[in-house]
């Protein structure tokens, strides 16, 4: 468990899914994310879910609480081969939450616990060329913008480049 003040970053838990379902189940929340996060977004999509993090070895998937309340997850996926010092990030907070720096703060949380705990060297963001408030999130914790990756995303139908984020262990 990551704790700063009423922001935790902890493992999920089974009664996280009502809300989990109610937060995800949002097309705003989806627009950005790849079509692992389902939409429409169902209990069932919850427990699949949940079976899928609580099997992990080492959790890397973890649940966003605030004031108490479940609001969002936020998750690193470990690449491999030659890659293995590398992870990528990924997030997503219920749109009720949004505006309040609440995205930046446990990004900054995410970081802190990989670099002193884990054996990634380097974290690494896939950002959509519109999202411009995940690109504002990894800039304000220091990650770097490196590359445009031209047309390498497909979304509903409609194709766009992606901004590639990276912030390193120094
Ligand atoms: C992207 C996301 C995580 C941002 O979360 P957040 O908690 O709102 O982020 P922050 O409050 O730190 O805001 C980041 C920036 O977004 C913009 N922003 C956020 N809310 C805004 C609002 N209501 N009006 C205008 N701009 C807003 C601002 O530019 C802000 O930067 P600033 O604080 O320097 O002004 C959230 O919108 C989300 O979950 N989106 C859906 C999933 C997603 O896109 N995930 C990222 C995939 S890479």
Not at 127 to 140: D, G, M, P, T, Y
Request: with cysteine; charged share 25%; aromatic share 12%.
């Amino acid at each position: 468990m990551i704790t700063n003040g009423d922001l935790i970053l902890r493992l999920y838990q089974r009664d996280d899914r009502e809300a989990l379902t109610r937060l995800a189940d949002n097309f705003n929340v989806s627009r950005y994310l790849t079509d692992r996060f389902p939409n429409p977004y169902s209990l069932a999509d919850a427990d699949c879910w949940l079976a899928r993090v609580g099997a992990e070895d080492a959790p890397h998937n973890l649940a966003i609480e605030w004031r108490g309340q479940f609001i969002g997850g936020i998750g690193l996926m470990p690449l491999d081969d030659v890659y293995r010092r590398t992870a990528e990030i990924g997030y997503w907070l219920g749109e009720p939450y949004w505006g309040r720096g609440l995205a930046a703060k446990a990004v900054g949380m995410m970081v802190g616990y990989t670099f002193a705990r884990l054996q990634f060297i380097r974290i690494q963001a896939l950002v959509f060329a519109e999202n411009k408030n995940s690109a504002r999130v990894l800039e304000k914790n220091d990650f770097v913008f490196e590359a445009t990756l031209r047309q390498h995303i497909t979304k509903h139908g409609r194709t766009q480049d992606a901004m590639l984020y990276a912030r390193i262990c120094d």
